[in-house]
Nanobody, 124 residues
Framework: EVQLVESGGGLVQPGGSLRLSCTASGLNFRSWHMKWLRQAPGKALEWVAIVYLGGDITSVADSVKGRFDISQDKAKNTVYLGMSGLEPEDTALYYC?????????????????WGQGTQVTVSP
């Protein structure tokens, strides 16, 4: 059974930093894409960052480029989202997602697992 457990969220002042962690069980990073998504109150779900299977290639959304980075520690089976220069607009519930076997015909993954989310609040 795949489980993803996020941690590291909290209240931080504008300009501050946080590092979110996502500890995975039941999956191997060599075969899975690992992502961070977020959802702010009243807004649509937003993709934030991805580390592609194997861990050598990463990408972040333009909205957080230069401020956020994604990384993984295979030995700890953990994915991280480093966040700096936080802004009130970054306030959201952050989800860790694991995806495997993308099907281009349907645009979906055969396997798609979500953590429970961790809240990040940026406020003075």
């Amino acid at each position: 059974e795949v489980q993803l457990v996020e941690s590291g969220g909290g209240l931080v002042q504008p300009g501050g930093s946080l590092r979110l962690s996502c500890t995975a069980s039941g999956l191997n990073f060599r075969s899975w894409h690992m992502k961070w998504l977020r959802q702010a109150p009243g807004k649509a779900l937003e993709w934030v960052a991805i580390v592609y299977l194997g861990g050598d290639i990463t990408s972040v959304a333009d909205s957080v480029k230069g401020r956020f980075d994604i990384s993984q520690d295979k030995a700890k089976n953990t994915v991280y989202l480093g966040m700096s220069g936080l802004e009130p607009e970054d306030t959201a519930l952050y989800y860790c997602v694991g995806d495997k076997n993308y099907c281009p015909l349907t645009g979906t993954y055969d396997f798609d697992y979500w953590g429970q989310g961790t809240q990040v609040t940026v406020s003075p």
